[in-house]
């Protein structure tokens, strides 16, 4: 079972900078992984931040940034505002099976 | 403007079927893939799988296969989740969302529908 790896927990200072990480038990993510970065608020659907690794959406602020980092797709939040704590998932194409996996997901707290 | 709008909450009782409804709107239904995604309380995104709505092709996740039928009506530009043979574990909220272009998710989500199995 393909297992998609993200970090439980991170905190960020407002104004600070913090990377999140989203590694797959098959190997290195790639650009054929299409990774995909999603943020979450409390009572909210999802929405969708990043898309192939590094593509923003029309809405997604400039202080995201998606890449790939040793293996891993990441996503970097470069001067963290109170309004980007949330919880944060990656999302990996499987092309073989034509099957997306989600990560665990990763709550951040600017604090 | 691209609009998912869902059915509503649901209850089951435990060995039944539910039936979600995805309303789209502001695009052509047939023209983009639609996921289904599901989050249990207090819990992590699942993804369930897509449906072409042009040609009715479906993948799902291997956890979902044999319990859930994808289906879609273009004369209504509706698509359909249906799981069957429902546990407590089920119970979560579960959203559709369209595709970018080909499979790739795209920024608009429906606003969930919480389905709920207790005896």
């Known amino acids: 079972q393909t297992v998609v790896t993200q970090e439980p927990s991170l905190t960020v200072s407002p104004g600070g900078t913090v990377t999140l990480t989203c590694a797959s038990s098959?190997?290195?993510?790639?650009?054929?992984?299409?990774p995909t970065w999603l943020q979450q608020k409390p009572g909210q659907p999802p929405r969708t931040l990043i898309y192939?690794?590094?593509n923003k959406h029309s809405w997604t602020p400039a202080r995201f940034s998606g890449s790939l980092l040793g293996g891993k797709a990441a996503l970097t939040l470069s001067g963290g505002q109170p309004e980007d704590e949330a919880d944060y998932y990656c999302l990996l194409y499987y092309g073989g099976a034509q099957v997306w996996v989600f990560g665990g997901g990763t709550k951040l707290t600017v604090l | 403007q691209v609009q998912l709008v869902q059915s509503g909450a649901e209850v089951k009782k435990p060995g039944a079927s539910v039936k979600v409804s995805c309303k789209a709107s502001?695009?052509?239904?047939?023209?983009?893939?639609l996921h289904w995604v599901r989050q249990a309380p207090g819990r992590g995104l699942e993804w369930m799988g897509w449906i072409n709505p042009h040609s009715g092709d479906t993948i799902s996740a291997q956890k979902f296969q044999g319990r859930v039928t994808m289906t879609g009506d273009t004369s209504i530009s509706t698509a359909y989740m249906e799981l069957s043979r429902l546990t407590s574990d089920d119970t979560a909220f579960y959203y559709c969302?369209?595709?970018?272009?080909?499979?790739?998710?795209?920024?608009?989500w429906g606003q969930g529908t919480l389905v709920t199995v207790s005896s």
């Open positions: 098959t190997g290195a993510v790639t650009s054929a992984y299409y």
């Open positions: 969302a369209k595709s970018l272009t080909g499979t790739l998710l795209d920024d608009y």
């Open positions: 502001g695009y052509t239904f047939t023209g983009n893939y």
């Open positions: 192939s690794a590094t």
